[in-house]
Protein backbone atom coordinates (compact mmCIF):
# COMPACT_ATOMS: atom_id res chain seq x y z
CA UNK A 1 0.00 0.00 0.00
CA UNK A 2 1.33 3.37 -0.85
CA UNK A 3 -1.79 5.54 1.17
CA UNK A 4 -2.14 4.35 4.21
CA UNK A 5 -5.06 6.36 4.45
CA UNK A 6 -6.82 5.01 2.07
CA UNK A 7 -7.98 1.41 2.25
CA UNK A 8 -9.04 1.56 -1.41
CA UNK A 9 -4.97 0.40 -1.67
CA UNK A 10 -5.92 -3.31 -0.81
CA UNK A 11 -7.46 -3.88 -4.36
CA UNK A 12 -3.91 -3.77 -5.48
CA UNK A 13 -2.26 -5.89 -2.90
CA UNK A 14 -1.89 -9.61 -2.07
CA UNK A 15 -5.06 -12.08 -2.60
CA UNK A 16 -5.26 -11.48 1.39
CA UNK A 17 -5.25 -7.58 0.93
CA UNK A 18 -7.66 -8.05 -2.01
CA UNK A 19 -10.33 -10.28 0.29
CA UNK A 20 -9.49 -7.48 3.42
CA UNK A 21 -10.87 -4.77 1.05
CA UNK A 22 -13.95 -6.68 -0.28
CA UNK A 23 -14.29 -7.35 3.21
CA UNK A 24 -14.23 -4.03 4.64
CA UNK A 25 -16.80 -3.02 1.53
CA UNK A 26 -19.11 -5.04 1.78
CA UNK A 27 -19.32 -4.61 5.88
CA UNK A 28 -19.53 -0.60 4.77
CA UNK A 29 -16.90 -0.10 8.44
CA UNK A 30 -15.05 2.59 6.94
CA UNK A 31 -17.64 4.68 5.83
CA UNK A 32 -19.85 3.78 9.05
CA UNK A 33 -17.09 5.27 10.64
CA UNK A 34 -16.30 8.12 9.26
CA UNK A 35 -16.58 10.55 11.69
CA UNK A 36 -13.71 8.64 13.28
CA UNK A 37 -11.00 9.25 10.84
CA UNK A 38 -10.92 5.39 10.70
CA UNK A 39 -7.13 3.75 9.48
CA UNK A 40 -6.56 0.11 8.93
CA UNK A 41 -3.26 -0.36 10.42
CA UNK A 42 -0.86 -3.38 11.91
CA UNK A 43 0.19 -6.06 9.35
CA UNK A 44 -2.31 -6.52 6.89
CA UNK A 45 -1.62 -3.41 5.19
CA UNK A 46 2.05 -4.55 5.74
CA UNK A 47 1.27 -7.89 4.09
CA UNK A 48 2.94 -9.72 7.24
CA UNK A 49 -0.26 -11.14 8.62
CA UNK A 50 -0.10 -14.66 9.81
CA UNK A 51 -3.20 -16.94 10.54
CA UNK A 52 -5.06 -15.41 13.29
CA UNK A 53 -4.34 -11.68 12.47
CA UNK A 54 -6.98 -9.63 13.12
CA UNK A 55 -7.92 -6.59 11.49
CA UNK A 56 -6.66 -3.30 13.42
CA UNK A 57 -9.20 -0.12 12.81
CA UNK A 58 -7.98 3.12 14.69
CA UNK A 59 -10.45 5.89 15.71
CA UNK A 60 -10.35 9.01 16.75
CA UNK A 61 -12.66 9.02 19.75
CA UNK A 62 -13.71 11.44 22.24
CA UNK A 63 -16.72 10.53 22.84
CA UNK A 64 -16.67 6.77 24.26
CA UNK A 65 -20.21 6.38 24.51
CA UNK A 66 -21.22 7.27 21.27
CA UNK A 67 -18.56 5.71 19.52
CA UNK A 68 -20.00 2.32 21.04
CA UNK A 69 -23.31 3.04 20.58
CA UNK A 70 -22.55 3.21 16.80
CA UNK A 71 -20.98 0.04 16.79
CA UNK A 72 -23.57 -1.64 18.52
CA UNK A 73 -25.88 -0.57 16.05
CA UNK A 74 -23.94 -2.18 13.08
CA UNK A 75 -21.63 -5.10 14.35
CA UNK A 76 -23.49 -5.34 17.96
CA UNK A 77 -25.05 -8.89 16.82
CA UNK A 78 -21.16 -10.42 15.46
CA UNK A 79 -19.81 -13.43 16.49
CA UNK A 80 -17.66 -12.71 19.79
CA UNK A 81 -18.86 -8.83 20.15
CA UNK A 82 -16.90 -7.37 23.00
CA UNK A 83 -16.21 -4.09 24.09
CA UNK A 84 -14.19 -2.84 27.02
CA UNK A 85 -13.14 1.08 28.13
CA UNK A 86 -10.59 2.06 30.66
CA UNK A 87 -7.63 4.53 31.13
CA UNK A 88 -4.22 3.85 30.17
CA UNK A 89 -1.39 6.44 31.18
CA UNK A 90 -4.35 9.08 31.68
CA UNK A 91 -5.47 8.76 28.01
CA UNK A 92 -9.15 7.00 27.69
CA UNK A 93 -9.23 4.21 25.58
CA UNK A 94 -12.21 2.16 23.92
CA UNK A 95 -11.72 -1.47 22.59
CA UNK A 96 -13.81 -3.06 20.72
CA UNK A 97 -13.80 -6.92 19.05
CA UNK A 98 -15.64 -8.92 16.90
CA UNK A 99 -15.72 -11.42 14.31
CA UNK A 100 -16.86 -11.38 10.19
CA UNK A 101 -16.23 -14.38 7.49
CA UNK A 102 -13.43 -15.75 10.13
CA UNK A 103 -11.76 -12.39 9.98
CA UNK A 104 -11.39 -11.13 13.74
CA UNK A 105 -11.69 -7.26 13.74
CA UNK A 106 -10.41 -5.25 16.70
CA UNK A 107 -12.00 -0.97 16.57
CA UNK A 108 -9.40 0.56 18.90
CA UNK A 109 -10.69 4.77 19.79
CA UNK A 110 -9.08 7.06 21.59
CA UNK A 111 -9.08 10.97 21.49
CA UNK A 112 -5.65 11.67 19.53
CA UNK A 113 -5.49 12.26 15.33
CA UNK A 114 -5.68 8.49 13.95
CA UNK A 115 -2.09 9.45 12.14
CA UNK A 116 -0.55 10.65 15.45
CA UNK A 117 -2.11 6.66 17.34
CA UNK A 118 0.70 4.47 17.91
CA UNK A 119 -0.66 1.97 15.86
CA UNK A 120 0.10 4.27 13.20
CA UNK A 121 2.99 5.20 13.68
CA UNK A 122 4.37 1.86 14.39
CA UNK A 123 2.95 0.55 11.01
CA UNK A 124 4.72 3.62 9.07
CA UNK A 125 8.21 2.75 10.91
CA UNK A 126 7.40 -1.01 10.10
CA UNK A 127 6.64 -0.26 6.64
CA UNK A 128 9.85 1.96 6.26
CA UNK A 129 11.89 -0.68 7.34
CA UNK A 130 10.22 -3.72 5.29
CA UNK A 131 11.24 -1.49 2.35
CA UNK A 132 14.93 -0.96 3.20
CA UNK A 133 15.74 -4.77 4.06
CA UNK A 134 15.31 -8.01 2.32
CA UNK A 135 12.86 -10.50 1.64
CA UNK A 136 14.70 -12.53 4.47
CA UNK A 137 14.01 -10.11 6.93
CA UNK A 138 10.61 -10.15 6.08
CA UNK A 139 9.90 -13.56 6.33
CA UNK A 140 11.98 -14.01 9.42
CA UNK A 141 8.62 -11.60 10.79
CA UNK A 142 6.64 -13.24 9.47
CA UNK A 143 7.97 -16.80 11.30
CA UNK A 144 8.58 -14.47 14.69
CA UNK A 145 4.96 -13.71 14.24
CA UNK A 146 3.77 -17.50 13.39
CA UNK A 147 5.49 -18.28 16.67
CA UNK A 148 3.48 -16.34 18.96
CA UNK A 149 5.42 -12.99 18.72
CA UNK A 150 3.16 -9.68 18.52
CA UNK A 151 4.44 -7.44 15.69
CA UNK A 152 6.43 -4.81 17.42
CA UNK A 153 8.50 -7.24 19.45
CA UNK A 154 9.26 -9.35 16.26
CA UNK A 155 10.57 -6.07 14.78
CA UNK A 156 13.02 -4.96 17.99
CA UNK A 157 14.43 -9.13 18.21
CA UNK A 158 15.11 -9.19 14.38
CA UNK A 159 16.40 -5.50 14.17
CA UNK A 160 18.10 -5.90 17.63
CA UNK A 161 16.48 -3.30 19.25
CA UNK A 162 16.98 -3.27 23.36
CA UNK A 163 14.08 -2.15 26.19
CA UNK A 164 10.77 -1.68 25.43
CA UNK A 165 10.05 -2.71 21.50
CA UNK A 166 6.77 -0.29 21.22
CA UNK A 167 8.49 2.33 22.80
CA UNK A 168 11.82 1.57 20.57
CA UNK A 169 9.86 1.70 17.30
CA UNK A 170 8.44 4.57 18.62
CA UNK A 171 11.86 6.26 18.65
CA UNK A 172 12.43 5.12 15.34
CA UNK A 173 9.91 6.45 13.64
CA UNK A 174 11.14 9.68 14.93
CA UNK A 175 14.88 9.14 13.28
CA UNK A 176 15.08 11.11 10.22
CA UNK A 177 14.80 8.75 6.67
CA UNK A 178 18.65 9.00 6.68
CA UNK A 179 19.61 7.25 10.03
CA UNK A 180 16.86 5.21 9.96
CA UNK A 181 17.86 3.80 6.21
CA UNK A 182 21.78 3.52 7.68
CA UNK A 183 20.35 0.96 10.72
CA UNK A 184 18.64 -0.99 8.48
CA UNK A 185 21.67 -1.28 6.38
CA UNK A 186 23.85 -1.87 9.49
CA UNK A 187 21.37 -4.55 10.49
CA UNK A 188 20.96 -6.44 7.01
CA UNK A 189 25.05 -5.90 7.13
CA UNK A 190 25.51 -7.36 10.37
CA UNK A 191 23.06 -10.04 9.44
CA UNK A 192 25.39 -11.06 6.18
CA UNK A 193 28.23 -11.70 7.71
Not at 15 to 43: C, F, H, R, S, W
Not at 106 to 130: C, D, K, S
Not at 176 to 187: E, G, K, Q, T
Amino acid sequence: MNDWRNVDDLIHGTAVQKEVYNLLTELEIMNLLTDYNPLLVGTIPLGIQVEGSDLDIICEVHDPVKFKALVVRYFGAMEGFVSESRVVQGIPRTKINFMVKGWPIELFGQPRRTELQNGYLHMIVEAEILAQMDDDFRERIILLKSSGWKTEPAFAKAMGLEGDPYEALLELEKLPRSALHALCHSVQAREQV
